[in-house]
């Protein structure tokens, strides 16, 4: 069974910084792309980031620059360590698994202005 536990959010201010976690299990984690999105009041889940098995990350235009993406496949563990927060940046975070349909239960973060 899959499980997908995310963590770290919370209030920041605009310009401040959060690390997400989300610690995964019930998969071959060391060999699964993992992935985070994000979905705001009203507005559809939109994807964020992706990292690969071997590492190759993406990222939406909205971030880059801003959200580093990473793993630790000794933690079955996938982060988002986020910088130069924005108000637009408020949302509930996610993780998933690429291939697989499970979602976590999401970490809101809530960057004030």
């Known amino acids: 069974q899959v499980q997908l536990v995310e963590s770290g959010g919370g209030l920041v201010q605009a310009g401040g910084s959060l690390r997400l976690s989300c610690a995964a299990s019930?998969?071959?984690?060391?060999?699964?792309?993992m992935g985070w999105y994000r979905q705001a009041p009203g507005k559809q889940r939109e994807w964020v980031a992706t990292?690969?098995?071997?590492?190759?990350?993406n990222y939406a235009d909205s971030v880059k620059g801003r959200f580093t993406i990473y793993r630790d496949n000794a933690k079955n563990t996938v982060y988002l360590q986020m910088n130069s927060l924005k108000p637009d940046d408020s949302a509930v975070y996610y993780c998933r698994a690429i291939g697989y349909t499970t979602w976590g239960q999401g970490t809101q973060v809530t960057v004030s202005s």
């Open positions: 019930g998969i071959r984690f060391s060999i699964s792309a």
């Open positions: 990292i690969t098995s071997g590492g190759i990350t």
